[in-house]
């Protein structure tokens, strides 16, 4: 509070608070509409392949249901929504002939895909206002037992957020159709859930998947 007797150092401090609202409203809207133009973009990403449309809108709400079960708050389960949303963002920057590829990847074309974590990273930090969400882009192929990439990193170690994304990614794969099968029946998607639990899985979180009531989409 400015002394009393003042009048201009009311006013100067009336200005700042007008300024600073304003500044964290157009920063508010800025960061809305780079989050529709990354969604645009991940809607895009999945226009190339027909096997994969609405994989990551999929992802995203069965993500936001497994954070609910989790017992994760609403402002945490609504980053989780937003990440697993642009988790696969990083695949604009496959190329086609691999990314869209019909049989087995070769060594070499595997370690392509596998840079996609990263690239999606690279084009967060780009934008310079998710910090929040790169946890999720960027890990979200680690395993449970330290097999996965790109860190290779093992249990607790690797953020909540990505092995919830983790669970959820790898079940929507199983019970949607790929130019190389039909989508898997919901139990055995699930028994092969369940199998990998403790080694690609947190057995904790797959736990809390199978009490969540999440279901494929049909
Ligand atoms: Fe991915």
């Excluded at 963002?89 to 070769?106: E, F, H, Q, R, T």
């Amino acid at each position: 509070m400015p002394p009393a007797g003042w009048p201009e150092l009311d006013v100067l401090t009336d200005a700042l608070e007008r300024s600073a609202a304003a500044s964290a409203t157009a920063r508010w809207a800025l960061e809305q509409t780079c989050l529709e133009i990354l969604e645009t973009l991940a809607e895009a990403l999945e226009s190339r392949d027909r096997y994969t449309a609405g994989h990551s809108r999929r992802v995203s709400n069965y993500s936001r249901d497994l954070a609910r079960e989790c017992g994760l708050f609403e402002d945490e389960v609504e980053r989780i929504r937003i990440g697993a949303l642009l988790h696969d963002i990083g695949k604009v920057g496959i190329p086609d002939a691999i990314l869209l590829k019909d049989g087995l990847l070769s060594d070499p074309e595997r370690a392509i895909i596998e840079t996609h974590p990263a690239i999606g990273v690279r084009i967060l930090k780009r934008t310079g206002v998710f910090v929040d969400y790169l946890s999720i882009v960027g890990l979200h192929h680690e395993n449970h037992d330290g097999s996965g990439y790109p860190n290779g990193l093992a249990g607790v170690d690797i953020p909540l957020d990505a092995r919830i994304v983790r669970i959820v990614d790898t079940y929507d794969a199983m019970t949607t159709d790929r130019p190389y099968r039909t989508r898997l029946p919901e139990d055995i998607a699930r028994k092969i859930l369940s199998d990998a639990s403790g080694t690609q899985f947190d057995p904790e979180v797959l736990q809390s998947f199978f009490a969540s009531g999440i279901v494929a989409a049909k």
